[in-house]
T-cell receptor
Framework: GQQLNQSPQSMFIQEGEDVSMNCTSSSIFNTWLWYKQEPGEGPVLLIALYKAGELTSNGRLTAQFGITRKDSFLNISASIPSDVGIYFCAGQQVGNQFYFGTGTSLTVIP | KAGVTQTPRYLIKTRGQQVTLSCSPISGHRSVSWYQQTPGQGLQFLFEYFSETQRNKGNFPGRFSGRQFSNSRSEMNVSTLELGDSALYLC?????????????FGPGTRLLVL
């Protein structure tokens, strides 16, 4: 099945730094979701986006629905150790299944 | 509001056996999707059920099947288990309204096939 291109694959950053990651697709989506997954747990929803150009924040996290509807971006400001985990994007066309990115593994060095 | 629950959380089976996993969606959600997650393949979509009917299906062999009950609870069955079926199986629920859908995951069932 279709998989979204998510980058970077992994990041090692110092505590306090900002983080940026993105997802791209060859298809247009109507919904973009961003999740965080920690070891042994299911993905937890962070941000949901429903409109091209939409910019939504959740605390230190900000995500954007790309204008072309084929991409989305997630930024984390002033990273802290508990931000460690794997971040996934997911895109959906109305009535269809969600397609997932390959994940960005984030390591925060104190 | 309770989240998505999955049982059991951990399971060990041997090759050739069959297994049934259970998922209870968030109250009011009518759509349940199942995913297989492995380190090599990432999150792979298995199927989605909505109002007891399979609505979407991924690219998995017929050994993988599912069903949904009238209370929206869902079960997934894998017959004739293979070593490669070892994975984290995730269930996710959403309203199913086709309008600004938000999907929530359960904690998963970790299956080990020996």
């Amino acid at each position: 099945g279709q998989q979204l291109n998510q980058s970077p694959q992994s990041m090692f950053i110092q505590e306090g730094e900002d983080v940026s990651m993105n997802c791209t697709s060859s298809s247009i989506f109507n919904t973009w979701l961003w999740y965080k997954q920690e070891p042994g747990e299911g993905p937890v929803l962070l941000i949901a986006l429903y409109k091209a150009g939409e910019l939504t924040s959740n605390g230190r996290l900000t995500a954007q629905f790309g204008i072309t509807r084929k991409d989305s971006f997630l930024n984390i400001s002033a990273s802290i150790p508990s931000d460690v985990g794997i971040y996934f994007c997911a895109g959906q066309q109305v009535g269809n299944q969600f397609y997932f990115g390959t994940g960005t593994s984030l390591t925060v060095i104190p | 509001k309770a989240g998505v629950t999955q049982t059991p959380r951990y399971l060990i089976k041997t090759r050739g056996q069959q297994v049934t996993l259970s998922c209870s969606p968030i109250s009011g959600h009518r759509s349940v999707s199942w995913y297989q997650q492995t380190p090599g393949q990432g999150l792979q979509f298995l199927f989605e059920y909505f109002s007891e009917t399979q609505r979407n299906k991924g690219n998995f062999p017929g050994r993988f099947s599912g069903r949904q009950f009238s209370n929206s609870r869902s079960e997934m069955n894998v017959s004739t288990l293979e070593l490669g079926d070892s994975a984290l199986y995730l269930c996710a629920s959403k309203l199913g309204s086709f309008d600004q859908e938000t999907q929530y995951f359960g904690p998963g069932t970790r299956l080990l096939v020996l």
